[in-house]
């Protein structure tokens, strides 16, 4: 039911109050979709909404910015504190906005980026072909081994061949850790920016649960909602104080014109809530859940692409459960499960077998063992037959999720 009191009837409202009954009655397996607090979507429904504010703290283009000014250098130096860097950018409207910022500030149109290949776990803003990104720059791709494995030696020959000006690590289908150290020696080695895109990770980063790459890297960027549980929104984040002015001007005037306070206020909410030792065992939890679903898919026969993962997401090969990845996200869906396609390694879009698995939200969800849900959801794949993993999801949604409305 919906609960807020709009003061007009319209149209917008009522589908708004069928979407809340959809949450409230699935649970996403879906690795880039998460739960905000309340908190975070009041901030993002606030009166800053309605304040224009070009430009950055204490340098705008518009009169009364100066609660703007405050709420955006409480956001930097949150985003500071998190990642442990000295320069901060919360002004991306996206992820894919803040790279496209990163290679508009550090790159000239034909500059060659070497990156993971979209077909290898990539991510489209990374140099994909139908990607703005392959319109402007040299894309030279590494790719994963016939393990899922990126094979770092073959990186090192594509950027000592190649010698880019940009490598870019980071992906949105790719189970394993990074050796982010390794990447630096290899950008060192040509003279290369090393770009970090953390848009997966970086709620599992800021929860100590995984490695920071700031100590290795140029620069990085990520997402605000997926791991981190925010609103939807970039930010960029630096060491280096001369890029961090570089990517500034990339941001506004370069790519962007005024900022969205309402997000940005949002983000600090998001981000004062990734400081707690809460937060730190939420992510913990993420990870052992993923765990336990790689663990009770394996076991049943499933196979997984490099045999698990290291972090909160796995990518199921649908043909050990003989369907192809549309055949199971349709079947999991009349069981209000949510999961994404994702292509196999040398496989077509167009005709995927895979379908990509996360835990952030489900442990969000208030799930911090993912036991009993996961046997049931390996069933489901087993037998085709749905109607148990289905009460299972409504009962557990409808009684967990009213408490974030």
């Known amino acids: 039911m ?7 009837n319209n149209k917008v409202f009522e589908i708004i109050e069928r979407e809340i009954a959809r949450q409230s009655s699935s649970i996403s397996l879906i690795a880039s979709e998460n739960i905000t607090s309340k908190d975070v979507r009041i901030a993002n429904a606030s009166v ?4 224009y504010a070009e430009g950055y703290p204490n340098v705008r283009y518009y009169s009364g910015c100066e609660f703007a000014d405050e709420v955006e250098s409480l956001c930097i130096d949150l985003v500071k504190e998190i990642f442990d860097c000295k320069w901060a950018n919360v002004q991306p409207h996206s992820g894919s906005q803040a790279n496209t910022a990163v290679y508009f500030a550090l790159l000239n149109p034909g ?7 979209l077909e290898s776990g ?4 990374h ?18 081994d016939e393990n899922g494995i990126i094979d770092m030696n073959s990186v090192a020959e594509l950027a000592k061949i190649h010698q880019p000006k940009l490598i870019i690590t ?18 060192k080695s040509c003279n290369a920016y090393l770009l970090a895109d953390i848009a997966h990770i970086a709620g599992l980063i800021a929860g100590k649960a995984m490695e920071n790459p700031m100590p290795y890297v140029d620069i990085m960027t990520s997402t605000t909602h997926k791991t981190l549980r925010g609103p939807r929104g970039g930010i960029i984040m630096s060491n280096n104080l001369d ?11 370069g790519t962007q014109g005024g900022p969205i306070v309402n997000t940005i206020a949002a983000k600090a909410i998001g981000f004062s809530e990734n400081l707690t030792p809460e937060f730190q065992k939420y992510s913990k939890n993420v ?3 993923a765990q336990i679903l790689a663990t009770e898919i394996l076991n049943a026969g499933g196979k997984l692409t490099t045999g698990g993962t290291d972090n909160h997401l796995m990518i199921l090969d649908c043909k050990t459960f003989g369907m192809d990845a549309k055949q199971a996200e349709k079947l999991l869906l009349e069981a209000n499960v949510l999961t994404s396609v994702s292509a196999l390694v040398g496989e077509s879009w167009r005709t995927p077998t895979g379908i990509r698995l996360g835990t952030p939200y489900i442990t969000t969800l208030g799930l911090s063992d993912i036991t009993d849900f996961a046997k049931l959801f390996v069933e489901a794949l087993q037998t085709k037959k749905i109607e148990t993993l289905k009460d299972y999801t409504i009962n557990t949604a409808q009684k967990m999720y009213h408490s974030f409305l």
Do not use: C, E
């Open 2 to 8: 919906l609960r807020f009191k709009p003061m007009a």
């Open 48 to 51: 800053f909404t309605n304040k």
């Open 111 to 117: 500059d060659t980026i070497l990156s993971l290949s």
């Open 122 to 125: 990539g991510h489209l803003t």
């Open 127 to 144: 140099g994909a072909k139908v990607s703005s990104s392959s319109t402007f720059y040299n894309i030279v791709h590494y790719s994963v």
């Open 170 to 187: 980071g992906a949105s289908a790719y189970p394993r850790n990074w050796d982010w150290k390794a990447f630096q020696t290899i950008a």
């Open 243 to 253: 890029i961090g002015k570089l990517v500034d001007r990339a941001i506004f005037p």
């Open 287 to 289: 990870m052992k859940n």
